[in-house]
């Protein structure tokens, strides 16, 4: 249980490309679903937090109008990178919880982003 | 602020060899301590939660140990199949996000 599927996995494109990335969880629905980044050898830095129907929160620093995130249903959100630029390449994972407080999340495969 | 720090940044066993892996953490107020493992190029994958000092829980190799300062994951008799990086999180009260360490990297040789 408790599988979370992201998509795509891998994404190579051109500067200036925006790129859409999905999160679906598939076997439950998802109250609130996260995103983050990880940079090699690093730690999940997280960026948003989206609750269905609702605005996602931005950790700061991370631009809204970078990265938008639409949480449109119980198990969907989605983050769409707009106009990448190489320092915008970096491994994209999303996570997702059911319930609130302290349930653990389940995180997707994450997607590799490469800007050329 | 709720800080997480994991050691050793990088661990190389042989296979058979148990060790352990220690996440310290400062944070006011936990509310949950979550073990994951991570796979090159994929996801974390959920391992353990533990909520209070004293809670332990076990899952084939590995038991994760928690106190009021810090966290063990102790793996016995590793294989080489559970060479991954190890990652620790804290989540503190009040529904805030988790905080992740930097994880441990171990390999375990055959």
């Known amino acids: 249980g408790a599988v979370v599927s992201q998509h795509p996995s891998r994404v190579i494109c051109k500067s200036g490309t925006s790129v859409k990335i999905e999160c679906r969880s598939l076997d439950f629905q998802a109250t609130t679903m996260f995103w983050y980044r990880q940079f090699p050898k690093k730690s999940l830095m997280l960026m948003a937090t989206?609750?269905?129907?609702?605005?996602?929160?931005?950790e700061q620093g991370v631009e809204k109008d970078k990265f938008l995130i639409n949480h449109a249903s119980l198990t969907l959100s989605t983050l769409t990178v707009t106009s990448a630029h190489p320092e915008d390449s970096s491994f994209y994972i999303c996570?997702?919880?059911?319930?609130?407080?302290?349930?653990?999340?389940?995180f997707g495969d994450g997607t590799r982003l490469s800007i050329l | 602020e709720d800080q997480v720090t994991q050691s050793p940044e990088a661990l190389r066993l042989q296979e058979g060899e148990s060790s352990s892996l220690n996440c310290s953490y400062t944070v006011s107020g936990l509310r949950g301590l979550f073990w994951y493992r991570q796979d090159p190029g994929k996801g974390p994958e959920f391992l353990f939660t533990l909520y209070s000092a004293g809670e332990e829980k076990e899952k084939e190799r590995l038991k994760a140990t928690l106190t009021k300062k810090e966290s063990f994951l102790h793996i016995t008799a590793p294989k080489p199949e559970d060479s991954a990086t190890y990652l620790c999180?804290?989540?503190?009260?009040?529904?805030?996000?988790?905080?992740f360490g930097k994880g441990t990297r171990l390999s375990v040789i055959a």
């Open positions: 989206s609750n269905e129907g609702s605005k996602a929160t931005y």
């Open positions: 996570s997702a919880i059911v319930g609130g407080g302290n349930q653990p999340q389940h």
């Open positions: 999180a804290v989540q503190a009260r009040g529904n805030t996000p988790l905080v």
